[in-house]
């Protein structure tokens, strides 16, 4: 009896995509500032403190085909770019604090690293995955609300800089009531 192809093992797609780390003091540090919206909006989405990081590049479901490609692409954008410090500058929402859908911390970023990080990413991967049609904003996703809220006056809210010296592929493991999410690889800023 023939087994469907998608059905084999080898044939299994993986919800990936690539970011930044974050230290957990600062993922902490955010943490802490948004206490009070945490208890005001107990029903919204709260992404894990140990899921919080900022996303470069989504892929979405990629084939084991594509394994290969992706890693090489994202080692090469990787090599090209040098370390550089950040620091969370802020919380705001998407697609505004009046109608928010997101509760977001940003990431300063005012040399343009981590746009040229993601814009490397998207020209790297074009070939295989659509390019983002949203301008890239450097950030850590906090919640999530449905049906959309009022956050109108967020608390100011700046951490200590840290180190960007690396990104990591990871794996995306759908899970209730919060996804998993699996380093597979990590690659160092200039090597």
Partial sequence: MARDRASREGAKSFRLFVAVD???????AVASAVEPLR??????????????HVTLKFLGATGPRLMDRVTEAVEDVALAAAPFSTRVDGLGAFPNERRARVLWA?????DGRLVGLAGA??????????????????HLTVARFEPQVR????????TDPFE???VVLFRSHLR???PVYEPLATFLLGG
């Fill in 22 to 28: 974050v230290p957990e003091e600062v993922r902490w």
């Fill in 39 to 52: 208890e005001a909006f107990s029903s919204a989405r709260w992404v894990p403190i140990e899921n919080q």
């Fill in 106 to 110: 940003g990431l300063a970023d005012p």
């Fill in 121 to 138: 990413l998207e020209e790297a991967l074009r070939r295989d995955f659509p390019p983002e049609e949203r301008a890239f904003t450097p």
């Fill in 151 to 158: 956050l109108e006056g967020l608390a100011a809210l700046t």
């Fill in 164 to 166: 960007v010296d690396r």
């Fill in 176 to 178: 209730r009531p919060a």
